[in-house]
């Protein structure tokens, strides 16, 4: 599957600096103020707002991850006794403090300075000392208010851009619901139609159709953090012939209308130098021997985290025999860093990389990470994480930024179809869907 050259094609057009939409000259940031809400998973997480002129023109929630890379930016959290130690009251606190009395006079549609400012104000490679959440609330939020009309347009800055195709979690594993079932996301790819309500509708039918194959096998139970239903199976595997049956059931043709997707999320069952899984010990080279079987015998387009964070010869192990069929996508192997990604570009040990914004902690180094990879030929997949909101940001993200693909969790929960329903809003501009795999 030549779905690389397709990629470039479609999504390879450089990122230009953000440019203001819709703000008045002379606008000036003069209020900054952050308080604690609940995630998805009724823990507490970030919420900022931002005031130009003395009015609420933005206002951003951050998510929280559970499966996450050592090597992200490091989110901030209280410890102690109060919320089982997961309270944001530092990170709050930081925004109010520090962070507020650096912003405010700034120009809200001058990204780059806020952030950089941002950065600075920090002094840590990781975010240590004021924490992700804090930053990126802070970056999020005069982003949103800066823009007057469509945010999708304020990221854009006039490039091409395109509504992605989405990587619907329909089944979860892992550490994202309590199953024995190790792969952590075996998701519906609905990429053969010319619109996106039609993608969107095909894989909302699978994922009912699924539910009912699960509940007529007496294995359907409840859902993951992410949506998708969290069924006990003998294996793994399982969990593919399970999906190739719904996308049937639904009335679609695999591969060709609907195809799969797994997030494998290695790392969470690496140890000792080993992969144990199914109750076998493998090798790199062993499971990357698996998955090639499963991509013969699945309509298998994506594979993400295949291997441990760290695992840099088995990635480019697979990605030298397989990378030409699959997309293959690094996330806690890159954890949106540009160091990281720099590397495996060199090395070439994948050919896609899944973006979380939370992973680097502001809206510039994330623009500077999908630049780098887009120059390099590298798929993009804007992410969500485990841990979510309400707020539908990164859908007008993926769609200003080209990416092509979005990963948000099943077509259920709110916290999850509030994405899906913006990029249905922003399908009334007539926006083109994208056309990969």
């Not at 600075?120 to 004021?130: C, F, I, M, Q, V």
């Not at 999708?152 to 851009?161: E, H, L, Q, Y």
């Not at 697979?318 to 997309?327: H, S, V």
Request: with cysteine.
């Amino acid at each position: 599957m030549a779905w690389l050259a397709k990629c470039i094609g479609v999504r390879c057009a450089t990122l230009r600096s953000l440019r203001p939409v819709g703000v008045a000259m002379g606008a000036a940031i003069s209020d900054i103020f952050a308080r604690a809400i609940l995630d998805s998973r009724g823990n507490p997480t970030v919420e900022v707002d931002c005031f130009v002129d003395g009015t609420l023109r933005g206002r951003a929630m951050v998510p929280s991850g559970a499966s996450t890379g050592t090597h992200e930016a490091a989110e901030l959290r209280d410890g102690g006794q109060d919320w089982m130690g997961k309270g944001v009251s530092e990170a709050v606190n930081n925004v109010n403090g520090e962070i507020r009395k650096a912003l405010i006079g700034m120009d809200p549609a001058d990204q780059e300075s806020i952030d950089a400012v941002l950065i600075k104000l920090d002094g840590t490679p990781n975010k240590a000392r004021l924490g992700a959440n804090a930053t990126l609330g802070a970056s999020l939020c005069c982003l949103r208010a800066s823009s007057d009309g469509d945010l999708w347009a304020r990221i854009s800055s006039g490039d091409v851009v395109s509504l992605p195709v989405p990587m619907m979690n329909i089944l979860n594993g892992g550490a994202h619901a309590s199953s024995n079932v190790d792969i952590q996301e075996f998701m519906a790819v609905p990429h053969g139609f010319d619109e996106f309500s039609e993608a969107l509708r095909a894989g909302v039918e699978v994922y009912h159709s699924l539910k009912g194959i699960l509940r007529e096998e007496g294995l359907l139970g409840g859902v993951g953090d992410e949506g998708g239903f969290a069924p006990n199976l003998p294996r793994n595997e399982d969990g593919l012939s399970f999906v190739l049956e719904a996308i049937g059931k639904a009335g679609y043709i695999p591969g060709k209308q609907v195809s799969i997707a797994l997030d494998v999320a290695a790392q969470e069952f690496f140890e000792a130098g080993y992969y144990h899984l199914d109750g076998k010990e493998l090798t790199g080279t062993e499971l990357g021997m698996m998955y090639s079987k499963w991509i013969d015998d699945y309509p298998i387009v994506s594979i993400e985290d295949p291997f441990g964070e760290d695992d840099w010869g088995s990635w480019i192990e697979f990605t030298r025999r397989e990378g030409k069929r699959i997309q293959i996508v690094g996330d806690d192997l890159y954890v949106t860093n540009p160091a990281r990604l720099y590397r495996g570009i060199e090395e070439i040990a994948s050919n896609a990389i899944l973006v979380k914004l939370n992973q680097i902690g502001t809206v510039t180094e994330t623009m500077d990470v999908i630049r780098m990879a887009k120059q390099a030929g590298f798929g993009t997949i804007i992410s969500h994480r485990s841990g979510e909101t309400a707020d539908d940001l990164i859908a007008d993200f993926a769609v200003g930024t080209n990416s092509g693909q979005i990963k948000t969790g099943a077509p259920a929960r709110s916290d999850r179809t509030s994405k899906y329903n913006q990029l249905i809003r922003i399908s009334e501009s007539e926006i083109p869907y994208s056309s990969l795999f």
